[in-house]
């Protein structure tokens, strides 16, 4: 067996933990949830599932990869012999998000070069729906992919593919080191021009205010949850493969508080830039923000164009800025995405990296072809529904059940101990213990019984 390869630093490794994290699901997926589920009240339910979910999975599985050094089968595998499957669960998951997660990077990328001439600022709809998605007919109306979807899809597919292929150092750690900075500073232009515009106050009033008679919706309970998992990378493998490369010693919990704080920090920037431009483009057509930022899926493709063209000369500008972070943060996620499972498949089948990465994105890549037709967007609806709220949400449930009570979680608290400084206290065991099972558990099965119904 070669030796399993390892990160260049543990600043490296923080980065690429970082650069799966902060992705689609910061940028695009986080302000239409804020949006769709009563803005404020939204937000506090999010920061409770970060502090009871969020922090103590991810040193769980910090943990878990550390302690095992594996890919998620295997590391589950050495659990416990019973537990593989959970690992392949994991895997199945990765494998349907990267599916459609790249179609999401390919519209980002194809919405840079229109940002030159913001040929989507007049009808933004029909762009998206016509021009880029190249649906005229009903939803289910299979149309053939629009070529200029065409290309960039097959870039981000070379892309993903040369920094997988290269290794872990000398790819994923390079291209995240490059591509997270600079990420970091386009938001916070983005951000800083959103709020010296006029009517950008009511915008973040619409994302802090919380509208309390939510509460006690199982929505956004579910929403919150499902974000808090899909947004931070837990409960898919990723993570779990990630910290399978750190050295013996590694701070295990304070990698896991620098990549939480670091994304969810992020998210809040993103919704900053997001909704306080939203609120400029509200207050410059004399209507509520409400009124402009329900859109769903397309709100960072329909009505945030919109918006930009709303900012006057530098619109095409902050265009650019806007789509390059979306397909920056997208890329560095998607390679996450597909590690995790190719390090699963070179753990079972005793493969190399390039065997597996070539065969790996190779059929990830066809299946991706195949559904960014016209009715992409609905297929992408629905299975970000499935793969988020039953995938990703029962897996992680899975996972804490597991690992938490049918498994001697303080051997593992002890090895998660031994080289942190902020030691993972029985706050810890009582998360993964109680808290997630309970909460994942109740919106989970809600869920399901609203889908059913
Ligand atoms: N966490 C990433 C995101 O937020 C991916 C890996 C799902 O988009």
Redesign the pocket.
Known sequence: MEQREQWGSRIGFVIAAVG???????I??FPYMVADNGGGIFFLVYLFALLTAGIPIMILEFGIGHKYRGGAPLSFAKMNRKFEWLGWWQIIVCFF?AVY?VLVIAWAMSYVYHSLSLGYADDPQNFFFGNVLGLTGGPFELGGIQTQLLIPLVLAWVITFLTIYTGVKAGIERIAKVLIPILFLMIVIIAVRGITLPGSAAGLNFMFEPDFSRLFDFKVWTAAYGQIF????IA?A?MITYSSYLPKKSDITGNAFATCFT?CGFSLLAGIAVFSILGHMAHSQGVAVKEVAGAGVGLAFVTFPAAIATIGGMAPLFGILFFLALTF??LT??I??NEAAIAALMDKLDMNRQKVTIIYTGVAAICSLLIATGAGLYILDIVDHFTNNFGIVFGGLLQVLLVGWFFNLNSLQDHINSASQIKAGSWWVFCIKFVTPLVAGYTGIMTLISDIK
């Open positions: 799966s994290a902060v992705g689609l699901g910061n695009w997926r998000i997660y899909f947004d931070l990378s898919f990723i994304n943060a997208g996620s998607l996450s995405i």
